[in-house]
T-cell receptor, first 113, second 111 residues
Framework: DSGVTQTPKHLITATGQRVTLRCSPR?????VYWYQQSLDQGLQFLIQ???????AKGNILERFSAQQFPDLHSELNLSSLELGDSALYFC????????????FGPGTRLTVT | DAKTTQPPSMDCAEGRAANLPCNHS???????VYWYRQIHSQGPQYIIH???NNETNEMASLIITEDRKSSTLILPHATLRDTAVYYC????????????FGEGTQLTVNP
């Protein structure tokens, strides 16, 4: 158990819909990262937040957005969902925003039908 | 990030040592070698990292060659639960943010 929690574990929704994925980092960690893992793309970095501020952005679609709240939990919002958005979404956390030791949650499996 | 090369798959007998190689011939002086693993569909798990000295923790040992162009992750007594994809990542120590996961090595531990 990494100490990072993600909800929900599974999500099934229809194309065009909007969903919110939630992540609670390890106690004391200030940085949160979001990754997407699909069958054909592997693990892809989406976005990083550090202490409430966006720190780095990867190949995150404009239909996707994220935020980190004052209590340090984070939410990833996915809108206008397409079949290709079906994937595992992982959240990771670290104490600092500059470390490469990241601790991953169990993931949310999103299925878009 | 320096490019890394890992074999796509390896097998190991349960109870034996698993030695997973990684080539990183373009590594820079300030870049560390990190190892993660991902057990099927679970979140990746940090294992160990090192700069130039050999490192050991409760999970594994990391051996880095003197020229730092390659390294080996050693699981001393592999168990069935060690079956996973193992990723070798080379990054500057304080670069933070995105981790770039390549194809990794699928390690299968056989009974």
């Amino acid at each position: 158990d990494s100490g990072v929690t993600q909800t929900p574990k599974h999500l099934i929704t229809a194309t065009g819909q909007r969903v919110t994925l939630r992540c609670s980092p390890r106690s004391g960690d200030l940085s949160v990262y979001w990754y997407q893992q699909s069958l054909d793309q592997g693990l892809q970095f989406l976005i990083q937040y550090y202490n409430g501020e966006e720190r780095a952005k990867g190949n995150i679609l404009e239909r996707f957005s994220a935020q980190q709240f004052p209590d340090l939990h984070s939410e990833l919002n996915l809108s206008s969902l397409e079949l290709g958005d079906s994937a595992l979404y992982f959240c990771a956390s670290s104490f600092a925003g500059t470390t490469n030791e990241q601790y991953f949650g169990p993931g949310t499996r999103l299925t878009v039908t | 990030d320096a490019k890394t090369t890992q074999p796509p798959s390896m097998d190991c007998a349960e109870g034996r040592a698993a030695n997973l190689p990684c080539n990183h011939s373009t590594i820079s002086g300030n870049e560390y070698v990190y190892w993660y693993r991902q057990i099927h569909s679970q979140g990746p798990q940090y294992i160990i990292h090192g700069l130039k000295n050999n490192e050991t923790n409760e999970m594994a040992s990391l051996i880095i060659t003197e020229d730092r162009k390659s390294s080996t992750l050693i699981l001393p007594h592999a168990t069935l639960r060690d079956t996973a994809v193992y990723y070798c990542i080379v990054r500057a120590g304080t670069s933070g943010s995105r981790l770039t996961f390549g194809e990794g090595t699928q390690l299968t531990v056989n009974p």
